[in-house]
C-alpha cells in the first residue's frame, strides 16, 4: 500500500511564503499518472489545486494561478508545492496523490495544515 506523508504547513501571515512537501513511497509517474496537490477547507469540499506529470506540464486552479508552483524532485520520490502571496481563502488542509482526473488516487495522507492569517 502506497504510503503518502504532506509536510511542511503552519501559519503564516497573508503575502507570505510556504513551502509543502509530498513524499510518496513508491516510484513517482511509474503509470504515467500525474500528480496533484488538493486542499480542504473547513466545510468545503476537497478541491484539486495544481498538478504536473512526468514531463512537468502542470496546470493549476485559476485560484491559485501565478502564486503556486508545483514541481517533482523523482529521485526523492517527492512532490513540492510552493505558495507565494498566500491569502486568508488559501486556509485549508493540503494533501497530495494521484491526479484524480486522470486515475484512482491512492488511500489519502493526513495531509498538512496551512492557516493563513495576521
Known amino acids: 500500500q502506497v504510503q503518502i506523508v504532506e509536510s511542511g504547513g503552519g501559519l503564516v501571515r497573508p503575502g507570505e511564503s510556504v513551502i509543502l512537501s509530498c513524499v510518496v513511497s513508491?516510484?513517482?509517474?511509474?503509470?504515467?499518472?500525474?500528480m496533484a496537490w488538493y486542499r480542504q477547507a473547513p466545510g468545503s469540499q476537497r478541491e484539486l489545486v495544481a498538478s504536473?506529470?512526468?514531463?512537468?506540464?502542470?496546470n493549476y486552479a485559476d485560484s491559485v494561478k501565478g502564486r503556486f508552483i508545483i514541481f517533482a524532485d523523482n529521485d526523492a520520490n517527492t512532490v513540492y508545492l510552493r505558495m507565494i502571496d498566500t491569502k486568508p481563502e488559501d486556509t485549508a488542509v493540503y494533501f497530495c496523490?494521484?491526479?484524480?482526473?486522470?486515475?484512482?488516487?491512492?488511500?489519502w495522507g493526513r495531509g498538512t495544515q496551512v492557516s493563513v492569517s495576521s
Open positions: 496523490n494521484r491526479d484524480w482526473r486522470t486515475i484512482d488516487v491512492w488511500n
Open positions: 504536473v506529470n512526468e514531463g512537468n506540464s502542470v
Open positions: 513508491e516510484r513517482l509517474f511509474s503509470q504515467r499518472y500525474a
